[in-house]
């Protein structure tokens, strides 16, 4: 039990399994959650595993507190939990604010600031060395958006991430004591499903010319900073919300 396990929420694809891969190279147990697309979840943990690594795979909604309790449980079976990447995440088809219905903004809510809060109170209570734990890092994805806001496109998914960013800071002053380090990452652009899933599959080759770098980031650019944050080398870094979105959203 003396294992180093990684909860990766919305691990199945993009910047969550590049993140699923890179800790498994780093040498953690990799619990890799998905909503529905189990053989990419899998896929990504036969990766692991063909690395060396070890890896498993939960299903689970992250916003359905049930399912938050049966991704946790699956975790104790690994072993300790060390590191908890609240990344799974969902935008919806672009509209305007005056045209948001209740259950969009529900659903909009529940898994993107809901989920994260759920499940960043499951591994404080696990991990908090005043609970019996022996501290570990949350990293939550917030996004660029919570700057710009999304005019136009989905301001609700920016305030969404606005209150992660909210978050960030508010827990981990909470739990600075109690061995616990919480941070998050804001990406800016990064070529993923989750456009697509919006309901703009060309919005990465449309924006790309007015990037500031002229290009979108990878998910494994982002997997790399959120490792970062995770390791021991950012053992003073708490509360620290780190833009990875190449120079996209920068506030003077
Ligand atoms: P993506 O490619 O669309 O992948 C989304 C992942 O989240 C999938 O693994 C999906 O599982 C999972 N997921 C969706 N709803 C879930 C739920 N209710 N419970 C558990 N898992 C769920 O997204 P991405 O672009 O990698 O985004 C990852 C995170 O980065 C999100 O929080 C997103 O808001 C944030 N972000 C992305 C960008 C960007 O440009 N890509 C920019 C800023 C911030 P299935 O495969 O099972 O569907």
């Excluded at 959650?33 to 070890?54: K, L, Q, W």
């Excluded at 689970?60 to 975790?75: L, N, P, Q, W």
């Excluded at 919806?92 to 989920?115: C, W």
């Excluded at 981990?172 to 697509?196: F, Y």
Aim: with cysteine; net charge neutral; glycine share 12%.
């Amino acid at each position: 039990m003396s294992e180093r396990v990684l909860i990766v929420t919305g691990g199945s694809r993009g910047i969550g399994a590049a993140t699923a891969r890179l800790a498994g190279v780093a040498g953690y147990v990799v619990l890799v959650n998905y909503a529905a697309n189990r053989a990419a979840a899998e896929a990504v943990a036969d990766d692991i595993r063909a690395g060396g690594g070890r890896a498993e795979t939960v299903s689970g909604d992250v916003g359905s507190e049930a399912d938050v309790h049966a991704i946790f449980a699956a975790a104790e079976r690994l072993g300790r939990l060390a590191v908890l990447v609240n990344n799974a995440g969902v935008v919806d088809q672009p509209a305007t604010v005056a045209d948001m219905d209740l259950k969009r903004l529900e659903r909009m809510f529940r898994i993107n600031t809901i989920g994260s809060i759920l499940c960043a109170r499951e591994a404080v209570r696990r991990m908090s060395t005043s609970r019996g734990g022996e501290g570990g890092v949350i990293v939550n994805l917030s996004s660029a958006a919570a700057k710009l806001g999304a005019p136009g496109q989905y301001v609700d998914y920016a305030a969404a991430k606005g209150a992660i960013d909210t978050f960030t800071v508010g827990l981990a002053k909470e739990v600075a004591g109690e061995g616990v380090r919480v941070c998050a990452v804001r990406p800016g652009i990064i070529e993923t499903d989750i456009h697509a899933s919006g309901g703009l599959p060309n919005r990465v080759a449309e924006m790309t010319p007015g990037l500031p770098m002229r290009r979108p980031g990878s998910a494994e650019e982002v997997a790399r900073a959120i490792l970062w944050l995770a390791s021991d080398e950012a053992s003073y870094s708490s509360g620290a919300i780190l833009d990875v979105s190449g120079a996209r959203a920068i506030l003077p």
